[in-house]
């Protein structure tokens, strides 16, 4: 079986359980969530079988030709996010301990039909799925990707249409690079100069864009309902052009900043020294705070090589400190490793000098997790090869089998399994303009991330990986996702 991420354990058993219209989709507890799931469930399956499954409580007695998913128990290897699937011709099985799980499991249960289910018009079908058993749970809490929606601007259906294809690969966590030096994407109602000038353009000097907060407000729910949580960057005190150019008083000169449409990085900072620097981080994290549930806000804190070590320190102590009062945790990238961590202060790792490693070691010994993004590894921006049509390639090219074939517990010496809170990939969008260049980019490559983030580390081999990634292309091509396909797999 082809699943991807490849379960902690999984037992093909004789026969198939056939899905048909008379099937129901039967859960207990009956409550709003576990309803939600079924609904989600009935939703995915419709439109390929043309099946309208009816989504009922489950009554005590077990349903032949019934699909079943039930919450309960608490079995702490399965935890947050785990499940178990039993398959037989009369009856599919789903139970989860926890909302997470059943989602997780309606995944592995898509996956367990044939591609065509994926299909948005009516299939001819039969649909059956396999006889197994299965249980399964991930190795690592993270599992994401960051959308660099700054350089270059996406619409929210781009969005929620790739918020789809991460839940479809037990991916929980969306990272948005949120503003950069050539765009303020989310709207600021204390700072409104922020989105009308600072969001006006892009790379390239396009038109640009940003997401209201209502926008905003709709991404964060459509992703809540697939279970991953939003996680937004406010990048400081570096790559602030756009906030520079919106609002003269920001830079220690006084100066307004012209509008950035290059790919520099690195001449931009706020003034760490002027006071009105923090009421504007305080506002603008009080504002998003109250716009995100996850526990995260991310500050940035890479290439700041225009602000001082000392203004750097000071600034993100006071950063974090703002994060912290409005209840969120920080999460910063590698460099602010080196500086004095507030203890829920998450680091993530992307820097392959081995002379920068000190700064992600630092972050350990302060106690902080890890997310591991090499960028030799997990930057979705970097060329496949040398024809690859967009991207980047200072961390070199970066082929299928190089995002899969490595451990985040095997990256830093000093830097364990216990340390680590999961991978990222990242998608940076400076040559990227056109979602037909997001699919290209970060498929089939993050399938390979998601197994990594979620899969036991024993056992796996870019050879038989490569075997089930190949049966995914007829299900991304039904997806309709624009996707590379590389020479190292056998695509179906
Ligand atoms: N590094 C910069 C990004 C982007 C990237 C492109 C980080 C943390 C190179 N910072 O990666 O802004 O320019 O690959």
Request: net charge negative; hydrophobic share 40%; proline share 7%.
């Amino acid at each position: 079986m082809n699943i991807i991420p490849k379960p902690v354990s999984v037992v093909r058993r004789d026969g198939e359980f056939v899905l048909s219209a008379s099937t129901s989709i039967r859960v207990a507890p009956a409550e709003p969530e576990i309803l939600a799931n079924g609904q989600y469930l009935a939703e995915q399956l419709q439109q390929a079988t043309g099946f309208a499954l009816p989504v009922v409580a489950a009554g005590n007695a077990p349903h032949p030709g019934a699909i079943e998913l039930t919450m309960g128990g608490d079995d702490p290897e399965l935890g947050a996010e785990g499940y178990t699937l039993t398959v037989t011709p009369e009856r599919v099985t789903l139970a989860a301990p926890r909302p997470a799980g059943l989602f997780h499991g309606v995944q592995t249960m898509r996956q367990l039909l044939p591609p065509a289910i994926e299909a948005s018009t009516a299939q001819p079908g039969p649909w059956p799925i396999p006889a197994c058993a299965i249980r399964d749970y991930p190795r690592f809490a993270w599992r994401g990707v960051m959308l660099d929606v700054a350089r270059h601007f996406f619409g929210v259906d781009v969005i929620k249409r790739f918020i789809d294809l991460l839940a479809y690969y037990k991916l929980n966590r969306f990272h948005l690079h949120l503003t950069d030096d050539q765009g303020w994407r989310i709207e600021i109602k204390s700072w409104p100069q922020l989105t009308i000038h600072g969001g006006s353009t892009q790379v390239g000097g396009g038109p640009g864009g940003y997401y209201t907060q209502e926008d905003y407000a709709a991404i964060v729910a459509y992703a809540a309902q697939r279970y991953i949580t939003i996680v937004p960057e406010i990048d400081m005190p570096g790559h602030t052009n756009a906030a520079l150019a919106s609002y003269a008083e920001l830079s220690c000169d006084g100066r307004a900043r012209d509008l950035y449409t290059g790919t520099e990085v690195g001449f931009s900072t706020l003034c760490a020294e002027k006071e009105i620097t923090y009421r504007f981080v305080d506002d603008v994290v009080r504002e998003l705070a109250a716009l995100t549930p996850g526990e995260y806000i991310h500050l940035g804190g890479d290439e700041a090589a225009a602000t001082s070590a000392a203004d750097y320190q000071r600034f993100l102590a006071q950063a974090q400190a703002i994060v912290q009062q409005h209840g969120k945790r920080a999460v910063g990238w590698q460099e602010m490793g080196r500086i004095p961590l507030l203890p829920a202060t998450v680091i993530q790792h992307w820097l392959v000098d081995p002379a920068q490693s000190e700064a992600t070691l630092h972050a350990v010994e302060q106690g902080a997790s890890i997310i591991m993004s090499p960028a030799s590894k997990t930057y979705l921006d970097m060329k496949y090869d040398a024809t690859t049509e967009w991207g980047l390639q200072w961390a070199g090219f970066v082929e299928v089998r190089d995002a899969y074939e490595w451990d985040p517990a095997a990256v830093l010496a000093g830097l364990g399994e216990e340390a680590i809170a999961g991978i990222e990939g990242a998608l940076w969008t400076e040559t990227i303009t056109r979602r037909d260049a997001i699919d290209f980019m970060t498929f089939p490559r993050l399938p390979g991330l998601a197994e990594t983030g979620w899969s036991p580390r024993a056992g796996r081999s870019w050879d038989e990986y490569r075997a089930r990634l190949a049966q995914h292309g007829p299900r991304l091509a039904a997806f309709g996702v624009n996707y590379y396909r590389s020479p190292q797999v056998p695509w179906a």
